[in-house]
């Protein structure tokens, strides 16, 4: 009986572990691009060379709020006006959640690195994994 997908072994080689040719293909793939040093600009590179064109950080933020004032003035209680305005306070709490704040780990103590992954782990984690710890 065929499940519609390929195989790169027998059932007798892959002994009723699947390993499809189409997931062994991504992972060839992804290895190869990782391993051919694709010259990507990384992100924040994009965002200082446009906080840069603007003319500096200051600048911008002056430019938007101007932006921002006129379509209050222009259209008080707009969906433009207040989206405008929520996109500001949308990236206030993302930057807030995404600062750099992590600690220096050479510095830790293995308590204090314990401590640290313990924290990462319950915020990756589904709550209901903890219930029934005490610590």
Same mark, same amino acid.
């Given at each position: 009986?065929?499940?519609?997908?390929?195989?790169?072994?027998?059932?007798?080689?892959?002994?009723?572990?699947?390993?499809?040719?189409?997931?062994?293909?991504?992972?060839?793939?992804?290895?190869?691009?990782?391993?051919?040093?694709?010259?990507?600009?990384?992100?924040?590179?994009?965002?200082?060379?446009?906080?840069?064109?603007?003319?500096?950080?200051?600048? !911008?933020?002056?430019?938007?709020?101007?932006?921002?004032?006129?379509?209050? !003035?222009?259209?008080?209680?707009?969906?433009?006006?207040?989206?405008?305005?929520?996109?500001?306070?949308?990236?206030?709490?993302?930057?807030?959640?995404?600062?750099?704040?992590?600690?220096?780990?050479?510095?830790?103590?293995?308590?204090?690195?314990?401590?640290?992954?313990?924290?990462?782990?319950?915020?990756?984690?589904?709550?209901?994994?903890?219930?029934?710890?005490?610590?």
């Amino acid at each position: 009986m065929s499940d519609g997908i390929e195989y790169d072994a027998c059932k007798k080689c892959r002994g009723d572990k699947p390993t499809p040719v189409a997931k062994n293909f991504a992972k060839r793939l992804v290895a190869q691009v990782r391993g051919g040093g694709i010259a990507a600009t990384h992100i924040s590179e994009i965002d200082a060379g446009m906080v840069e064109r603007f003319g500096g950080v200051s600048e !911008l933020c002056d430019l938007w709020h101007e932006q921002i004032m006129m379509a209050v !003035l222009d259209s008080p209680g707009s969906v433009k006006a207040l989206r405008a305005i929520k996109d500001v306070v949308d990236l206030i709490k993302y930057s807030t959640e995404h600062r750099d704040s992590a600690p220096d780990i050479t510095c830790m103590s293995d308590e204090e690195l314990s401590k640290e992954m313990l924290k990462i782990a319950m915020k990756a984690l589904p709550p209901e994994m903890f219930a029934k710890c005490k610590n």
